[in-house]
């Protein structure tokens, strides 16, 4: 369990790593430069997802803004809430990085700044949602936060116009301990994510890709509280140009994962884990938690 001076030393040292210095935003020039961002990253033309006014009330209630600078210049930012007071939570509600500055570590910096700050407040968990398609967002969440992912929302957001998003938004929900160490803060690249070990078994598949990447489902095991304790779903590669080239098999995909992983997960399974190069693993949560 880590403490808030350890935590705080995280975030300086995964910005420093960055080359970013992470920085409270509150001033309406600034979260205008969020508000920009924001629709440059989510390729919003009509309306910014996330307005600078809007902000700027999160802000006075108590929530926080992060942005990440490089010198002058915005590179990241970030927006989060608390939630309720009985349960010591807070929600990040958005995170985004320039898409020329991503890659870099910016993403992991204003997470850690976003948990040091919670912790500050006396949070001990922080819980926010992704696209369980986005292999590359999943990676991040589970195998370099260690965060679970606790229930799946079907269409969360409804139609979103931006050039990002599905026109059904479904959506992974995730809690993330903000006291537990980090799994990947040291991990390479190329290991992130735990393979199965030797020896042990394989978890079931139930959702795999066919032969020309369409996706395979099998039946969700385990209605009526008999499946097995594992399983695995597969995700593909690059969903965002799929969606671009091929939007129907993009559908494909997104009604698959929704009947099984959403299916398992609505049978008391968690996402525990991502086994490279793509596969969900799924445990079945424990009794009372």
Not at 185 to 208: C, K, N, S
Request: proline share 7%; charged share 20%; net charge neutral.
């Amino acid at each position: 369990m880590i403490t808030l001076g350890k935590a705080e030393q995280d975030a300086a040292g995964a910005a420093a790593r960055a080359g970013v210095f992470v920085r409270s935003v509150d001033s309406v020039a600034d979260l205008r430069g969020v508000a920009d961002l924001f629709s440059l990253v989510w390729g919003a033309s009509l309306a910014p997802p996330m307005p600078h006014d809007i902000m700027r009330s999160l802000g006075h209630a108590g929530g926080r803004v992060h942005g990440a600078f490089r010198g002058s210049q915005l590179v990241g930012a970030s927006v989060a809430v608390f939630g309720p007071p009985a349960d010591a939570s807070c929600y990040s509600l958005i995170a985004g990085v320039s898409p020329e500055a991503a890659s870099r570590g910016i993403g992991l910096a204003m997470k850690l700044a976003q948990r040091a700050w919670a912790l500050r407040a006396g949070a001990v968990s922080m819980s926010w949602t992704f696209d369980p398609l986005l292999r590359r967002n999943a990676r991040f969440n589970i195998s370099r936060l260690g965060a679970v992912g606790t229930e799946y929302l079907v269409d969360f957001y409804g139609e979103i116009a931006d050039g990002v998003n599905d026109p059904e938004t479904d959506r992974v929900a995730v809690s993330w301990d903000l006291r537990a160490a980090l799994p990947g803060l040291t991990a390479p690249a190329d290991l992130l994510g735990p393979r199965v070990p030797a020896g042990e078994d394989i978890p079931r598949a139930i959702l795999v890709a066919g032969p020309a990447g369409e996706p395979v489902a099998a039946a969700v095991p385990g209605g009526d509280g008999s499946g097995p304790g594992r399983l695995r779903c597969w995700i593909p590669d690059d969903i965002l140009t799929t969606r671009r080239t091929d939007p129907s098999l993009a559908r494909r995909w997104r009604l698959a994962v929704r009947e099984t992983l959403g299916g398992a997960m609505s049978d008391g399974y968690r996402v525990a884990a991502l086994m490279e190069p793509g596969w969900y693993v799924l445990e079945k949560a424990q009794a009372g938690r």
